[in-house]
């Protein structure tokens, strides 16, 4: 499974009178040393899986503490850092150790993101949650507002905004290399785990290497079955949020910050079966946006189960398309068409001259370039301001527009929206499937 009110430059600003000699510059102690009075201290929420990456991500710092549920998926971790506090339960480390945390990342399956990370901007730290930033819109727009209170640096974890890719699009949109875009296409060959099932209906021993009662967090009770865990929880709807949720916070951020899209007018969503509990097999969700300043109104299609689109005319060879088996993006304007893949990685204008040229005489870098989405982030941690998927401005709207397609979905109905608010304004949509009851012992 993350500085107090007084914060770490406060500390270091009123102790430096006292103990000036112990802060040694860094240009003393040679290139690429990172003195101590540079260095973060941060608490790790989930280590297993990406929680694995996101604990490298932020190595370089110093890893104070570690929390996961499952200690066998916590073990590469545990090792890597064998200093770190270890923790079962969030909640009781950061009541210990809140004092000498600056930061904390959370990489928990989806139903845990909000509560995790509510707890950590209440205590004013610094947060990086992976995406989508929350499970319900209820809590992005709650975990939205409380950072922007917060006044601390926060990212999300879709790595593809702090690529070279996405950066590139925005340039050659900008530059009007395809002109106006009216559309973008995107799919996924997710979910790789089940979906489109049933719950089950015997009861399982939990691993004795895993808390299940911490495991369900806020969601309601239930017994342990290996069709939830581990990484199996992300097709269900009381855990994950699908395919849709799983991916569209990549993919979909592209045309979210390239096009200042906000909330659409209307959402239809298609899918292959419809199951109270888990989402479907596939589904094919479009979204559509009205006119924006000088932007035309624009469609954007989501696909996923291995569906595409149809190749453009362009693409005269059928083998090539898609360009990428796992996923891809497909952007169509009224001069051009350009493709890349899933994070936003490998554009391409499919105007083949058109690209050669911009290759061998690139466009100025209007966008700065980062090392990772990690280095990223803690770069504005040190120097006080945003990162490019801060949660009040970025990752909430983008994790709110992403979630408005699986209330599509749910519902089995067409939603017309304001898109002002992003509120449904043509049929009734249950109170649950926006904001769930949490467990006792559980707040957001």
């Known amino acids: 499974m993350s500085a107090s009110e007084l914060s770490r430059r ?42 694995w990456n996101d604990v490298r991500g932020v190595g370089r710092e110093n890893v104070l503490a570690l929390c996961d549920v499952d200690a066998r998926s916590a073990q590469r971790a545990f090792a890597a850092f064998p200093k770190a506090k270890r923790y079962v339960d969030f909640r009781e480390m950061l009541a210990k150790e809140g004092d000498g945390i600056d930061a904390i990342t959370v990489s928990t399956p989806d139903h845990v993101h909000a509560a995790a990370t509510m707890a950590g901007l209440r205590m004013k730290k610094h947060v990086y949650c992976q995406k989508p930033l929350t499970r319900t819109l209820h809590e992005a727009r709650t975990v939205a507002a409380e950072a922007a209170r917060a006044g601390v640096t926060t990212q999300m974890g879709n790595q593809g905004h702090a690529g070279e890719g996405v950066r590139l699009i925005r340039e050659w949109v900008d530059a009007g290399l395809i ?19 049933d719950r089950p209906t015997e009861a399982h021993h939990a691993p004795p290497t895993l808390n299940w009662d911490l495991w369900l967090g806020p969601s309601a009770e239930r017994p342990y079955h290996p069709a939830y865990a581990p990484f199996r929880w992300r097709g269900w709807w009381d855990f994950g949020t699908g395919a849709l949720g799983d991916m569209a916070c990549h993919a979909m951020d592209a045309a979210f910050w390239v096009l200042d899209l906000g909330y659409p007018e209307r959402i239809q969503a298609d899918v292959t079966e419809w199951y109270a509990e888990t989402a479907p097999k596939s589904s094919r969700i479009e979204y559509a946006f009205g006119p924006k300043g000088a932007r ?28 990428s088996w796992d996923g891809g993006q497909l952007w169509i304007g009224d001069d051009g068409k350009l493709v890349a893949g899933v994070y936003g990685e490998n554009p391409r204008l499919l105007d083949a001259a058109k690209h050669e040229e911009v290759t061998a005489n690139p466009l100025p870098q209007t966008y700065p370039r980062v090392e990772n989405v990690y280095a990223e982030w803690i770069s504005a941690i040190k120097a006080g301001t945003k990162s490019g998927s801060d949660f009040a401005t970025a990752a909430g709207p983008l994790t709110q527009m992403v979630l408005l397609g699986n209330l599509a979905v749910r519902t089995g109905r067409a939603l017309d929206l304001d898109p002002q608010t992003g509120e449904v304004t043509n049929v009734p949509i249950p109170p649950e499937l926006i904001r769930p009851a949490y467990r006792d012992g559980w707040t957001l």
């Open 179 to 197: 002109g106006a875009v009216r559309e973008v296409h995107y799919w996924t060959n997710r979910p790789i785990w089940p979906q489109a099932i």
């Open 10 to 51: 406060e500390f270091m600003e009123g102790m430096s009178a006292a103990a000036a000699f112990t802060i040694v510059p860094r240009h003393v102690l040679g290139r690429g040393y990172q003195a101590p009075s540079d260095t973060l201290n941060f608490a790790c929420i989930g280590v297993g899986g990406m929680g």
């Open 296 to 323: 035309p109104g624009v469609t954007v299609v989501w696909r996923d189960g291995s569906l595409l689109p149809p190749a453009p005319p362009e693409v005269v060879d059928p083998r090539a398309w898609p360009p």
